[in-house]
């Protein structure tokens, strides 16, 4: 069984997603670069863990539909795609070698990424290599957490592994409703964090995509995130169907005073914060997580027809 590519969407300079076959089912993955820097010193690729989602987040498209877990063969010739068109040999001298299991999918749901994360350093020859998990963290998905702490300390410790909490808002009541499966709450994913961080580690991210009305009280989190362990990352909600559908209006938009008033309402609390917009020209890419998969699910898109989404399509 083969990885076939079916579309390509971007700009090589600044984001190319990928459209793939595989198992019969769609899959999504990406590459990105993030100017000023260069291909060189951060690289990033994020890959689909699931077909669909099982979730059902408020703002995203991945979750319309989900047709199971993509093996580990599955997600690894997703990065081998992209990898061995650069570098053939698999030896990547890239600085910031980022690998993101953060496109299509909820990671913890699917053991064959603790199989694969245990196998990158074997496979790549990457000094450089920080593979990120971005997870909701389900309840149902404790042993996932605790084989993944095993694996982090045995192959990345050191500042060689980056793990981020979706949160999206300072309420927890609020936080379940966006997020619309049994979750941990914050004191759980607090009592993670303390066990996970070690000396030399990267900080724990706590990710906001910041949506209008939802409530942003950085207090809130004294309790629980200790600053010294955990950093806050604030990002728009982006333009996808799901977000429309259900009214979320994304808080963070091109007025960067707006967006510092927020950043800076945690960083008076001590956290490190980091303002995530990355380039905006990336929404009219369709970059966002499952976009095009869920187009094509639906017939929205015909993969035989001479179908252009935008301007952006890459002829194969």
């Not at 953060?102 to 990457?126: F, T």
């Not at 607090?190 to 990710?207: C, F, M, P, Q, V």
């Not at 004294?222 to 808080?251: C, R």
């Amino acid at each position: 069984m083969e990885l076939e590519i079916l579309r390509k969407f971007g700009k090589p300079e600044l984001a190319t997603l990928y459209i793939g076959r595989y198992n019969n089912e769609i899959v999504e993955f990406v590459e990105s670069v993030q100017p000023p820097f260069t291909q060189k010193e951060k690289w990033v690729l994020i890959l689909s863990t699931l077909y669909g989602c099982p979730i059902g987040c408020l703002m995203c498209d991945a979750g319309e539909y989900y047709h199971g877990k993509i093996s580990k063969k599955g997600m690894w010739q997703q990065l081998h795609y992209m990898i061995s068109a650069k570098y053939p040999d698999l030896n990547v001298p890239v600085k910031k070698f980022k690998i993101q299991f953060a496109r299509m999918g909820e990671p913890s749901l699917n053991e064959a990424v603790l199989e694969l994360l245990a196998d990158l350093p074997h496979l790549l020859n990457a000094p450089g290599l920080i593979p990120c998990i971005s997870t909701v963290a389900p309840v149902k998905a404790s042993n996932f957490f605790k084989e993944l702490l095993k694996i982090k300390q045995e192959y990345y410790r050191n500042g060689h592994f980056q793990l981020q909490f979706s949160i999206h808002s300072t309420n927890q009541k609020e936080r379940r409703s966006i997020i619309p499966i049994p979750i941990w709450t914050f004191d759980e994913i607090s009592h993670y964090g303390n066990i996970w961080h070690e000396a030399g580690d990267r900080k724990i991210t706590l990710n906001f995509a910041v949506g209008e009305g939802v409530e942003l009280n950085p207090e809130n989190l004294i309790p629980y995130f200790d600053p010294e362990k955990f950093l806050i990352k604030i990002t728009p909600i982006n333009p996808t169907n799901q977000a429309k559908q259900n009214k979320l209006n994304s808080k963070i938009t091109s007025d960067m005073l707006n967006n510092q008033i927020i950043c800076d309402s945690f960083r008076k609390l001590g956290y490190e914060t980091i303002l995530s917009i990355g380039e905006w020209e990336e929404n009219q890419i369709g970059s966002n997580c499952g976009q095009y998969a869920t187009k094509i699910i639906h017939g929205e898109v015909k993969l035989k027809e001479n179908y252009t989404c935008s301007e952006y399509e890459i002829p194969l």
